[in-house]
């Protein structure tokens, strides 16, 4: 019987708390909302610019601010920009550059063959171009040669080119055994031939690939020094191989001008003084015909 009577004081102990805790919970969270109704702040409407500051109410008796209003809510919005920077209409206007005389129709950059000749002979120096002071500088675009025209497409520019766009026969002569040339009609014809493959460029690279494999992929970049008119690059460019030349420019003319008119990458450059402008390893395989470069000399400088 006691123990029943403990068990009912116990669950009607354990109910009167839970009552109390509720009602006290209900207690407070009304007080709470009254009194956040009563205080909640008014809405204000303002408009600052950009270089006055707001203005502020002094502080009351609790310690804080409010904004004052200091316009209706129906103000226009100002959207024009505040901040601009004067511009100078004289940098603006286009600079005419004027045409050069036609006596520079086939005039390089940084490369006078008279005052070439007034540089040491020692490691080709005299063959690389060297810029003028900025006073002795040209200010005119060059133009074409007389009678310029577009050059033939590829594959047919492998072969040919315009005559009127490079004049001169001198290769034509000079070069008229070793088969560099030949001059028909108003163009040039490319037999292939060169200094050291009068045969054709096609026979002399295959003598290569009998020592060297040129088609099985290890071989894709090229590099020919001394390179004339190209027939060794343009042959090379159907068994997959691209190939960069270049040559120092001659007296009369630049022969490297011959392979563009081609269609075969070339440059004016030479194996001086100065580096060329290739990162270490960029071909697989480097050509000299004839070759003059001291590649075991300079410790092994040129390679």
Not at 35 to 62: E, F, G, H, L, M
Not at 79 to 106: D, G, W
Not at 209 to 233: E, F, H, K, Q, Y
Request: glycine share 6%; net charge positive; proline share 8%.
């Amino acid at each position: 019987m006691r123990h029943l009577e403990f068990q009912r004081m116990r669950v009607t102990l354990a109910i009167g708390v839970v009552g109390l805790c509720a009602t006290a919970y209900i207690l407070g969270a009304w007080q709470g909302t009254s009194s956040a109704i009563k205080d909640a702040p008014r809405p204000v409407y303002a408009k600052t610019q950009c270089d006055d500051a707001p203005s502020r109410a002094p502080s009351n008796a609790s310690g804080t601010t409010r904004v004052a209003s200091v316009a209706s809510s129906g103000a226009r919005l100002d959207f024009q920009a505040h901040h601009r920077v004067a511009l100078n209409e004289s940098s603006l206007a286009t600079e005419m550059i004027p045409p050069c005389q036609l006596k520079y129709s086939e005039y390089t950059p940084c490369h006078d063959p008279r005052r070439a000749r007034k540089f040491p002979k020692a490691m080709m120096q005299y063959r690389e171009r060297h810029c003028p002071t900025k006073d002795k500088l040209f200010r005119c675009l060059i133009p074409a040669p007389p009678n310029y025209k577009n050059p033939f497409t590829w594959p047919q520019s492998r072969d040919y080119a315009w005559y009127d766009n490079i004049p001169h026969r001198e290769l034509s002569i000079e070069k008229a055994v070793q088969n560099w040339i030949q001059v028909e009609g108003d163009r040039f014809r490319f037999p292939g031939g060169g200094t050291m493959f009068p045969h054709g460029a096609d026979a002399y690279i295959d003598d290569i690939n009998a020592l060297i494999p040129l088609t099985d992929g290890n071989i894709r970049t090229a590099l020919d020094t001394g390179c004339g008119v190209a027939s060794w690059g343009a042959f090379l460019l159907k068994r997959g191989i691209i190939t960069m030349s270049f040559a120092p420019r001659d007296s009369h003319e630049a022969q490297v001008q011959f392979a563009l008119e081609r269609g075969v990458p070339a440059m004016i450059g030479v194996m001086a003084t100065d580096r060329i402008p290739y990162p270490a390893r960029a071909f697989d395989m480097a050509h000299c015909s004839r070759c003059l470069i001291p590649w075991n000399k300079l410790d092994g400088l040129y390679l």
